[in-house]
């Protein structure tokens, strides 16, 4: 790839729409709509990490039974496993969510499994999905496990004795896992110290900061007694809990987490995105305070702990985000219809993980079937919402590297831009919110044959896909070569594209 300065930019000015001649009078229609997008290969953001596009499944609702799991039949369904594998989640975090505060996953393995009240979401759960089901799918779908542990009314203890059921190869729950079918260690890597802890409506008990610190050093202790080689998620809320987390646990947090759920004013589709600007702006300041509080390596890390510091910089986790308003159905008004809408938020929440790829090091959508999910499912099918669409999109073709991308001019302000790069293929990510509008693009790198466009798009910001209509579905989806010489690109309103070019 040539490197040029930033005077050299190649500017792809109006002149031809979608490579095809356009006349000055109708030219100048575009101009008030005209957005400038100015993409800085060399200007490196930071390297994004494929766990970004991970999912979530907890014991809420109809997200596990009736979701994931046919219980009649002791089995995944097939219907929704094939509808997660083609979303490629690299990463599937379980059992909660706030579920983790009331689960002992001893529960959840062998044979004779009790049957539990759900003190925390309600119901009785029968124990017969667990942890060697949970792994097992993750495996089925390719995803690395996240597991979190019990805070509340669990023990260090036991959390330990879950890390050497899931990584030792010797040991009594070693042995018990042999015994339940399974002779290989599984090797989770990802473990989440509790889950929002600072909540005093939940049944946890850590709500005061320096509580929850002791305890986690304790927990983070003995699991990496057992596996040094895990890393360990630990629990973040308010700027104060942050701060106090940060400067006592950094020696062994490799992430800290962050949960952000965008929502729309009643009548009001666009403060949605007013919605997700605030969580952008939640990330980079929890990014400031781990810059502030966290050194970049650990430094004279006692011998006497036994096991390593961690090895990298600490993250954000967004171990819970989404998309969660008020006019749900079902279990806690969780099943919730989302609209393309939606889409365009979930869009455009994947492009500012992609801007703040430096900071941010996993992600997971909260959640995966039936609850705030992109798959709903009745008795006899299963169905992908809109929102599933870009999930599986930008995961398909977005680059491993975040570069710079800004949007300026009249059309700017409905429009939001990431771009990436493998070093061969620049990829560019635009949401178009607003009218349809012309896109210029200005790089300073020069791109060899001719760009792809992948587009989706519904009739509607209001269009979605439904259960009393499975065989529909509202997005559209269309890849086209844009031909020799295109200088401007023609977004349709309301449309999300990825351009892509080769370096």
């Known amino acids: 790839m040539k490197q040029q300065s930033r005077r050299e930019f190649v500017k792809l000015s109006a002149g031809t729409l979608l490579g095809v001649a356009v006349p000055g009078r109708v030219r100048k229609l575009f101009q008030p709509n005209t957005a400038e997008v100015t993409v800085d290969v060399r200007h490196v953001l930071g390297a994004i990490?494929?766990?970004?596009?991970?999912?979530?499944?907890?014991?809420?609702?109809?997200?596990?039974?009736?979701?994931?799991?046919?219980?009649?039949?002791?089995?995944?369904?097939?219907?929704?496993?094939?509808?997660v594998q083609q979303l490629r989640p690299p990463l599937l975090r379980y059992p909660g969510g706030t579920f983790t505060k009331i689960y002992h996953w001893k529960d959840g393995i062998g044979?004779?499994?009790?049957?539990?009240?759900?003190?925390?979401w309600g119901g009785i759960d029968n124990n017969h999905f667990g942890t060697d089901e949970f792994l097992r799918y993750a495996e089925q779908l390719g995803a690395a496990p996240f597991l979190t542990v019990n805070m509340g009314t669990g023990t260090?203890?036991?959390?330990?004795?879950?890390?050497?059921?899931?990584?030792?190869?010797?040991?009594?729950?070693?042995?018990?896992?042999?015994?339940?079918?399974?002779?290989?260690?599984?090797?989770?890597?990802?473990?989440?110290?509790g889950n929002e802890e600072a909540a005093k409506e939940d049944a946890g008990r850590l709500q005061n900061p320096q509580d929850y610190i002791q305890q986690a050093w304790y927990y983070a202790k003995l699991m990496k007694l057992q596996d040094p080689a895990i890393q360990l998620v630990m629990v973040g809320d308010q700027e104060g809990w942050n701060q106090q987390v940060l400067q006592a646990l950094h020696p062994v947090c490799d992430y800290i987490s962050l949960h952000l759920y965008a929502r729309t004013k009643p009548g009001d589709p666009a403060s949605l995105f007013a919605s997700i600007a605030e969580i952008e702006a939640n990330i980079q300041k929890l990014g400031a305070q781990i810059k502030a509080f966290t050194p970049e390596k650990v430094v004279d890390f006692?011998?006497?702990?036994?096991?390593?510091?961690?090895?990298?910089?600490?993250?954000?986790?967004?171990?819970?985000?989404?998309?969660?308003?008020?006019?749900?159905?079902?279990?806690?008004?969780?099943?919730?219809?989302?609209?393309?809408?939606?889409?365009?938020?979930?869009?455009?929440?994947?492009?500012?993980?992609?801007?703040?790829?430096?900071?941010?090091?996993?992600?997971?959508?909260a959640q995966t079937v039936n609850v705030l999910a992109p798959i709903m499912t009745n008795e006899i099918t299963s169905i992908c919402q809109t929102v599933y669409y870009p999930m599986a999109l930008y995961r398909k073709l977005c680059g491993p590297q975040s570069v710079a991308a800004t949007a300026t001019g009249a059309g700017a302000a409905g429009l939001d831009v990431a771009a990436s790069t493998d070093g061969k293929t620049l990829t560019i990510a635009l949401v178009n919110r607003n009218s349809r509008a012309a896109?210029?693009?200005?790089?300073?790198?020069?791109?060899?044959?001719?760009?792809?466009?992948?587009?989706?798009?519904?009739?509607?910001?209001?269009?979605?896909?439904?259960?009393?209509?499975?065989?529909?579905?509202?997005?559209?989806?269309?890849?086209?070569?844009?031909?020799?010489?295109?200088?401007?690109?023609?977004?349709?309103?309301?449309?999300?594209?990825?351009?892509?070019?080769?370096l």
Request: aromatic content about 12%.
């Open 111 to 120: 044979q004779d499994r009790p049957v539990r009240k759900n003190l925390i």
């Open 156 to 193: 260090a203890e036991e959390a330990a004795e879950w890390v050497e059921y899931c990584n030792a190869t010797a040991g009594d729950y070693a042995t018990k896992r042999r015994n339940n079918g399974r002779a290989q260690p599984y090797g989770v890597r990802y473990w989440g110290l």
């Open 49 to 83: 990490s494929p766990n970004i596009y991970g999912q979530f499944i907890e014991h809420l609702g109809r997200a596990i039974y009736g979701g994931v799991y046919d219980d009649s039949k002791r089995s995944f369904r097939p219907d929704v496993l094939e509808k």
């Open 302 to 365: 006692s011998k006497w702990y036994r096991f390593p510091s961690r090895q990298q910089p600490v993250r954000i986790a967004l171990d819970e985000w989404g998309i969660w308003e008020a006019n749900g159905q079902g279990a806690y008004g969780l099943e919730m219809e989302y609209t393309w809408n939606h889409a365009l938020g979930v869009a455009t929440f994947l492009n500012i993980f992609q801007r703040n790829a430096a900071v941010i090091g996993l992600a997971t959508w």
């Open 439 to 502: 896109v210029e693009i200005k790089l300073n790198a020069k791109t060899t044959g001719q760009w792809t466009a992948h587009e989706l798009n519904a009739a509607s910001i209001e269009a979605k896909n439904t259960l009393a209509a499975p065989a529909t579905n509202v997005v559209s989806y269309k890849e086209r070569t844009l031909p020799a010489g295109a200088k401007t690109y023609a977004m349709a309103a309301h449309s999300i594209t990825i351009l892509q070019a080769t």
